[in-house]
């Protein structure tokens, strides 16, 4: 039995000012070392929620909130977003604003030194976070001086470099070339095969994604509206309707004449199909 | 329309970001011109409205050399919209942002009107003519950018990575406006890199790389070609893996379509049962 | 954008480079404050002259000539200045001494500018924050240098996207006359304020995501160290200096006089 890391009760949220709820009860729970894609039209609520996992909303943000979050068995609401930053690591959509030092190496230990590690472990760490991630060779490089691709790799290094368990990415590819969103995409599996550690990925670009990820939640109007594994979702027929952008394999099957019963999901899943009839 | 001849040029800072480059770009075509980060697709396209004049070279623009003329006067024949919307909304309304343009151009007042309530329509914002930009959600700010740069009507439009940061509706309504625009005679040029788009309308594909141009075609022999795709860290679109996978089947491999893919893969079912 | 340059730390190694930045810091400041102490040409040339082993020995003669260069404007400007009011001030008559004068206030801004562009681009930015902590700065403060630092080049960048959509709009920078040309930068000011306001809360949204001020003592992994070379050079420093002053009190420096035509 895998315990649930992230469970959210009956949460609505509405940002101070504004009229209308940006998220409204939203229930859900999350495993242990699952691959989560969550995903939806804009302004469906997908990065208000992934705020509200690491205190972003309310410590940061403020208005109002109704509902539970627990992460690691904290309450949100009760801990302070640097507490939460050791359970959680949060990689933004904008690579370059949120990287502020001057080298690589230091934005790795920025974190660590906030959290006031003794010098030894944070040495130990960086070196680390740095060959986990397959950055050795940046280290002395500045942000500026590096494609977008690294720049979200160091990115996510800095984050890995605080163990967090849970790891949450805001359209981490937006503004990268097909080819590193690709490669990105390797590093995150690799991340959550290897050490364990639980995606929550909020992306557009499913078809690179659909055979890495195995949950798909789909947001709309700030109500969680699907969820199940890509099979199922990409399946269901209201998905096509809120203009999700499902893999193009999973179109073409859908636009088939006469459809074999068992979705044809991958390019494999056609080969297989064609070489079979 | 738009003629580059042997065309170099250096940054200030001493990036060498196009190198003899050549291309023709003739009246009402569909052309996407793709290639890595960097590749130089945004140097190349601020050469068509003079932002930037050509190192070494020409390039000419309806037969006028775009050294002889200032931004402003290429702008009113080519129409440059950039991917960040944020980078030029700046007026308190809607209406004004899109009228901007039009003033700086010296229309009267008369056209003005007709133009801005023209540009509206097209881009379905009738109901924010009198609400601040900054109020309106990323999609919507990017349709007014669009506005304000159709709205004084350019022969030929740019768009900068227009689907970055856009989901997959904001996309399907992306793609049949720029194909509505081309077809009522508009010279369209898209900067990408998202190749699933590009296959989707299937227009003339000028690949860049390392500040040259490496292919040059239409985009179902381009994009389906390996090495290129390699070369210029694109992927190939997820419909021709599959037709690569089917070959030994007897499939074609130049298919980027879903609509081809999928007369193609019909007539094979009907043909086996 | 250009006039940054200058200023932009080149990241290489060299004896230079490794001082510490203090130290670096207090021989700028010892250079200052000879500059003001003399105002004879001879002793101006002098420091100006030895500063260039030091920029040879840092590699970072380009840029350092280009920032030098961009002074130029202003030296002439503290030329003719110096000229014209000498020359109004001694009967209309252009002596020698009013050139010999202005080329001194001359001589001493470029020897200013050329001092402090060693120091700025021998040092990092990440080194010159350190410095600033160590020397019991606040944290904040600090790392509100750096990141400033930091975002030059991305602001810069940003500003240039800006001009050149707006000129896509038809907007001529150039055009009508004094007033009407200020309010043709509204289109560019207010998007370069208002994403870098937007800008600012991201940036504040992700420092937050890193623990930012978790801890009221924060650990410093790179502490600045004070090695042997610091010391020498320091030492170096303090006698030049004291040499110089008694230079200044006790010896009479030859005056070197431009010649009027």
């Given at each position: 039995?895998?315990?649930?890391?992230?469970?959210?009760d009956g949460l609505s949220y509405t940002y101070p000012g504004a009229k209308k709820q940006s998220l409204s009860n939203v229930t859900l729970s999350i495993d242990k070392g699952a691959f989560v894609t969550l995903t939806g039209p804009s302004g469906c609520g997908k990065t208000t929620l992934c705020r509200c996992l690491n205190g972003l909303i309310p410590h940061f943000y403020g208005g109002k909130i109704k509902g539970d979050?627990?992460?690691?068995?904290?309450?949100?609401?009760?801990?302070?977003?640097?507490e939460l930053a050791q359970q959680v690591g949060f990689v933004f959509q904008n690579p370059e604003n949120q990287l502020f030092a001057l080298s690589v190496e230091r934005e790795i230990v920025f974190g660590l030194e906030n959290l006031a590690l003794p010098p030894d472990e944070i040495r130990e760490r960086l070196e680390w976070a740095l060959k986990t991630i397959g950055i050795e060779n940046l280290r002395e490089r500045s942000p500026y001086e590096i494609s977008g691709g690294q720049q979200q790799r160091v990115a996510i290094a800095s984050v890995l470099a605080m163990k967090p368990e849970i790891l949450i990415l805001d359209e981490p590819t937006s503004s990268l070339d097909p080819l590193a969103a690709k490669n990105l995409f390797q590093v995150i599996s690799k991340l959550n095969k290897t050490l364990g550690l639980t995606i929550i990925l909020v992306e557009h670009r499913l078809d690179l994604l659909s055979t890495l990820t195995d949950r798909v939640i789909i947001m709309d109007g700030g109500i969680l509206r699907i969820e199940?594994?890509?099979?199922?979702?990409?399946?269901?027929?209201?998905?096509?309707?809120?203009?999700?952008?499902?893999?193009?394999?999973?179109r073409l099957y859908q636009e088939l004449e006469s459809q074999p019963e068992k979705l044809l999901f991958s390019i494999e899943d056609f080969v297989g199909y064609l070489k079979r009839i | 329309?738009?003629?580059?001849?042997?065309?170099?040029?250096?940054?200030?800072?001493?990036?060498?970001?196009?190198?003899?480059?050549?291309?023709?770009?003739?009246?009402?075509?569909?052309?996407?011109?793709?290639?890595?980060?960097?590749?130089?697709?945004?140097?190349?396209?601020?050469?068509?409205?003079?932002?930037?004049?050509?190192?070494?070279?020409?390039?000419y623009v309806d037969g006028r050399n775009t050294r002889d003329l200032s931004v402003a006067e290429l702008s009113k024949d080519v129409g440059l919209v950039f991917q960040n919307a944020d980078h030029q909304l700046f007026c308190e309304t809607v209406e004004d942002e899109i009228a901007f343009g039009l003033r700086n151009f010296g229309f009267s007042n008369r056209v003005n009107k007709k133009r801005v309530k023209w540009a509206l329509t097209l881009l379905n914002l009738q109901e924010y003519r009198k609400t601040s930009p900054f109020m309106l959600s990323g999609g919507e700010r990017k349709r007014v950018a669009l506005a304000s740069v159709l709205a004084w009507k350019p022969r030929v439009t740019i768009l900068d990575e227009p689907t970055v940061g856009q989901d997959q509706s904001q996309k399907e309504r992306l793609l049949q406006f720029v194909r509505q625009l081309n077809t009522q005679g508009n010279t369209v040029i898209l900067v990408t890199h998202d190749l699933e788009f590009v296959a989707e309308c299937d227009p003339r594909v000028v690949l860049m790389s390392h500040g040259r141009i490496v292919a040059d075609g239409p985009a179902k022999k381009i994009l389906t070609n390996p090495k290129l795709i390699k070369k210029t860290s694109l992927i190939l679109p997820q419909i021709t893996q599959l037709f690569f996978r089917l070959a030994d089947l007897g499939f074609p491999k130049d298919v980027i379509s879903i609509y081809e893919a999928k007369e193609l893969i019909n007539d094979f079912v009907a043909r086996r049962s | 954008m250009k006039a940054f340059e200058g200023l932009r730390f080149k990241r290489?190694?060299?004896?230079?480079?490794?001082?510490?930045?203090?130290?670096?810091?207090?021989?700028?400041?010892?250079?200052?404050?000879l500059a003001i102490m003399f105002t004879e040409l001879l002793p101006l040339t002098i420091l100006l002259s030895v500063q260039l082993p030091l920029v040879y020995l840092a590699h970072v003669h380009k840029e350092w000539l280009s920032s030098l260069r961009s002074s130029l404007i202003l030296a002439t400007m503290i030329f003719l200045t110096n000229v014209i009011v000498g020359y109004m001030s001694s009967e209309f008559q252009l002596t020698s001494s009013v050139l010999t004068y202005s080329s001194s206030m001359t001589l001493r801004f470029v020897t200013l500018v050329a001092s402090f562009s060693i120091f700025f681009l021998t040092t990092s930015p990440d080194d010159l924050g350190l410095a600033l902590e160590q020397s019991h700065f606040p944290y904040e403060f600090a790392f509100a240098f750096t990141t400033a630092?930091?975002?030059?080049?991305?602001?810069?960048?940003?500003?240039?996207?800006?001009?050149?959509?707006?000129?896509?709009?038809?907007?001529?920078?150039?055009?009508?006359?004094?007033?009407?040309r200020i309010r043709n930068y509204l289109p560019i000011l207010i998007p370069l304020i208002v994403n870098a306001i937007r800008r600012s809360l991201e940036l504040a949204e992700a420092m937050e995501s890193r623990a930012f001020g978790a801890k009221e003592h924060r650990t410093n992994l790179f502490a600045l160290k004070i090695k042997m070379n610091d010391v020498l050079v320091l030492i170096v420093t303090l006698a030049i200096l004291a040499f110089s002053i008694y230079i200044r009190l006790y010896v009479k420096i030859p005056i070197v006089e431009i010649p009027t035509f």
């Open positions: 039995m895998v315990s649930p890391i992230i469970e959210i979050v627990v992460v690691s068995n904290l309450n949100v609401r009760d801990h302070a977003i640097s199940g594994n890509p099979r199922e979702v990409f399946s269901s027929k209201s998905v096509k309707l809120m203009g999700i952008g499902i893999p193009k394999i999973v | 329309m738009i003629k580059v001849e042997n065309v170099s040029f250096t940054y200030p800072s001493g990036v060498n970001a196009l190198k003899n480059v050549s291309i023709e770009i003739s009246n009402g075509e569909f052309v996407a011109i793709m290639g890595e980060n960097g590749a130089g697709k945004t140097t190349l396209v601020k050469q068509f409205n003079g932002l930037l004049k050509p190192g070494e070279g020409d390039v | 290489t190694s060299s004896f230079i480079h490794q001082l510490d930045p203090r130290v670096k810091f207090v021989l700028s400041c010892v250079v200052f404050i630092v930091r975002f030059v080049p991305v602001l810069a960048n940003e500003a240039q996207m800006i001009i050149d959509a707006q000129k896509s709009r038809g907007l001529e920078l150039e055009k009508g006359n004094f007033l009407k």
